[in-house]
């Protein structure tokens, strides 16, 4: 193991290339679809902070199943919940936006990516 993986094995407990591919490929669309389901039911984003614990969980549970990870790593899920968090806010801040936009279309008008504003 060269020293970049050491360090990240000795606090994520598991190489670079597992955390991203589990945070990112494997985990991260269903974050994303979580963010989404939360913000089309009209429901707070705080909700988020559970659902995207449990997909942290199991995140590292299938790195501990699949790839030989280390299962109670409180880093390794910390990190895994902040990736989740970050992809499952931004699916809920876009869907936010393109309901607001769609559904009430005299009253807002889009502004950015992420954005609204009030019509004039």
Known sequence: MNPIDTFLFDWFGDTLFNVLLFNLAVIG?????????????????????FYTALLSAVLR??????????????????????VQMSIGAF????TQTRQMVRQYPWLYQRKGLLGWEERH
Do not use: I
């Open 61 to 82: 549970f299938l790195d501990y199943a699949l790839a030989g990870g280390e299962l109670w790593s409180l880093a390794g899920f910390l990190l895994g919940w902040l």
């Open 29 to 49: 669309p269903a974050s994303f679809a979580a963010g989404h389901a939360v913000a089309t039911t009209w429901r707070h984003w705080g909700q988020m902070v």
């Open 91 to 94: 699916a809920y801040r876009l």
